[in-house]
């Protein structure tokens, strides 16, 4: 390393603009170890404090995304995309629009995560599917995307190694909440999986990363220009998280309300925002000129039942049971059921989503620590969305569950979760925004 880390320290403490190579020699830096842990935290901390200009941000970018793999994709005919949210509650859209776009003919090739703090994770769902693998290695990755349409896995190959030192720190130096070094941590993980078109779905409200819509704009318009300097296609929406997306919360309970989407059953807010991304994904591949176009296509390919037949093609493709498309309760189920039920008379004028989903996670739908299992049944279905009228002694949530204790404690939480008014508010906005 030519230039030390405390000149890099130094620099940004006061205010001066790295340049490309003092960025590169940090991130070499952090995955070599030569910037021990004290001196990136300080770089982080300063950052924070003086912000980074877009061509900074871009070189992080950059430098985080060719610090370990990168996948090449070039192999699979056809335009690639990926879609990433930043995470939220009920948030199963994933599991509706990938297999809808990709019964139009687009290819998803798309690398999840696990549960994050309240947030669900598609990996963790996919595994409630009997059989079904998340660990798959890249050629055979690949080869699902070529044959399927669309795959969704684990990430396999060391992509971006340097965000997994930089989150791990920025977790516990109150350095997360910080626009650059989000719009770095996502993008260089987005930008190392090879994909051509990525449509970004950030949440804004109460269960979301972004609690506010300002903030959730300024991180949608910063990613998508900083993508687009990058030399790929992106595009983003702002999306409420205001209350849960869907009205089911836990791993199997979440794959079967996407199945019952996917099987015109059951309509509603997760149906919705999963079809305006899907459109915005089909008009980004250039297979539909309008998003209203992209929508229709993409209710054809639901009402025909092609959506739901892909579905099963893919669980298939990854060792997954494909009749639990045809038939829900092949899923894990939890042996017990109880009500949580309103104190009064009003209306719904509020339920928070974080608390909804922390409630997931005491049943056991997540983890309380990395090494912990989770519990596929278990979970909440709501009975209620903001808006909706509500008498005394109506159930508000059903809790799933297979331990008394953990049922209680979810129990108090939902209770604390949800406001009820005597006059009838409005019903939050779907779509809040979009960025292209
Ligand atoms: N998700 C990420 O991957 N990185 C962040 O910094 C925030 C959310
Ligand atoms: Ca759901």
Redesign the pocket.
Known sequence: MNILPGEIIRKKRFGGELNEKEIREFVQGVVTGEFADYQTAALLMAICINGMTDRETLALTLAMAKSGDTLNMDDVPGVKIDKHS??GVGDTTSMVLVPLVAACGVKVAKMS?RG?GFTGGTLDKLESVPGLRVSIPIDEFKRIVRDVGCAVVGQSAELAPA?KVL?AL?DVTET?DCLP??????LS?KLAAGCDVVVLDVKTGSGA?METDEKAMQLAQSMVRIGNLSGKRFSALITDMNQPLGNYIGNALEIEEAIDILAGRTQGDLKTVSLELGAHILKGAGVADTVGRGRAMLEKALDSGAGLRKLGEMFAAQGGDPRVVEDTSLLPKAKHSVEVKARRDGYIAGIRANEVGLAAKVLGAGRERKEDSIDPAVGIILRKRIGDAVKKGESLFTVKFNDNIKAAAAMTRLEAAVDIADVPGERPTLIHAVVE
Not at 181 to 186: E, H, Q
């Open positions: 930043t995470g995560g994050l965000d989150y920025r997360v070094l989000i719009v770095s941590s996502i993980k990363l």
